[in-house]
């Protein structure tokens, strides 16, 4: 069984060729079918896009605005755990029970009220770029089309190897996008 497993691997490795063409790497399954291999920076290009700023700021304020918010209330909770700490020996049973409920209810609020402007903030994040993202990803296909590109590759993402054959797409793309111009290239 290892064998046979063996000689389909060897098979197929030999009828494969890897060389370069033009500064991009190529894999030659056979005559008609060669695959273009380039890789992009895309969170280089977004971070370029003009109205990324503007919707910085806006996130930025949001968060600001939540944070606030937050602030009241961990200093309600500290003035609450604060008097209650400083009173807790000439209060009754059911006092102490009724303020260590609401210390506990508040933190509790809290902790909620932190989760969720968390996921709001994320939501609005998604939100916003979403267009932006759309925007770069198409200009992403029309180079990848015009340059034949097969697969392409984030570099954002962290490749454990990348040969100094495959191309980088991001300064392509910002022309295409209008970012920078290609004497800046």
Do not use: H, W
Not at 64 to 86: C, G, N, P, Q
Not at 109 to 131: N, V
Not at 159 to 176: A, G
Request: aromatic share 8%; net charge negative.
């Amino acid at each position: 069984m290892k064998k046979i497993f063996f000689v389909i691997v060897l098979s197929l490795f030999v009828g494969i060729t890897l060389y370069s063409q033009d500064n991009v790497s190529v894999l030659q399954l056979s005559e008609q079918s060669i695959v273009r291999i380039a890789y992009i920076d895309r969170g280089d290009v977004i971070a370029s896009v003009p109205q990324v700023k503007t919707i910085e700021k806006e996130l930025n304020k949001l968060e600001d605005d939540y944070e606030a918010e937050f602030i009241k209330m961990t200093r309600d909770y500290e003035s609450k755990v604060k008097l209650y700490l400083e009173r807790n020996k000439q209060m009754s049973e059911p006092i102490k029970l009724a303020r260590q409920t609401e210390i506990t209810e508040l933190e509790t609020r809290m902790s909620m009220y932190k989760k969720r402007y968390k996921e709001e903030i994320e939501k609005q994040r998604k939100e916003l770029y979403a267009p932006i993202e759309e925007y770069v990803d198409n200009a992403i296909r029309r180079v990848c089309e015009r340059e034949q590109i097969t697969i392409l590759f984030d570099q954002g993402q962290k490749p454990i190897y990348m040969s100094s054959q495959c191309i980088d797409l991001t300064v392509k793309v910002k022309v295409e996008l209008g970012l920078v111009t290609e004497i800046s290239l």
